[in-house]
């Protein structure tokens, strides 16, 4: 059995690493005295480092600027549709492709709810997309159906 075989053996390819800088080896390296940490200061010294967004003993950003709501990560993929806005679609099938070929709702657009505003008087076949319980009934009013609901991820 080869080395490359053993776990032992395994070393990275030729070319893959560099050698360490070697720092504070004398004036002539380039990184000598002060080893490239500069003078003096918190900072040149071992140990020395404080946490991100200290700002030396004053009161930091984030705690001295209100906070305020809450922002879902995944606002920009629900999308709210009018019923009226239904109404005038060529389909009586509808679904989230539908929407997103007419045109209604943004093509990165996950699930869509149809809420009640305005009115509709064609039938039409929800499928695949949330509905409120008054889009429902209206929906339902006017000869149409509701399918079933995509369960919430």
């Known amino acids: 059995m ?3 075989l053993k776990l032992n053996g395994i070393q990275p390819a030729p070319g893959a ?5 070697r720092v504070g080896r004398g004036i002539g390296s380039g990184l000598g005295k002060t080893g490239g ?3 003096k200061g918190q900072k ?11 700002e030396g003993g004053q009161m930091p950003m984030a705690r001295r ?14 999308v709210e549709v009018r019923l ?20 209604l709702v943004p093509q990165l657009t996950r699930s869509a709810k149809v809420i009640l505003f305005g009115t509709i008087d064609k039938a039409i ?8 319980k008054g889009a429902r009934a209206a929906i339902e ?3 149409g159906s509701v399918g079933a609901e995509p369960s919430a991820a």
């Open 2 to 4: 080869s080395d490359l």
């Open 17 to 21: 690493t560099h050698a360490g800088k």
């Open 37 to 39: 940490r500069g003078h």
């Open 44 to 54: 040149s010294r071992a140990g020395g480092f404080h946490k991100v967004g200290f």
């Open 65 to 78: 600027l209100p906070k305020r709501g809450f922002i879902p990560l995944d606002r920009d993929f629900k």
């Open 84 to 103: 009226s806005a239904l109404a005038g679609l060529p389909v009586d099938n509808i679904d989230l492709t539908v929407l997103k070929q007419a045109g």
């Open 125 to 132: 076949k929800l499928s695949g997309l949330r509905v409120t």
């Open 141 to 143: 009013a006017a000869g």
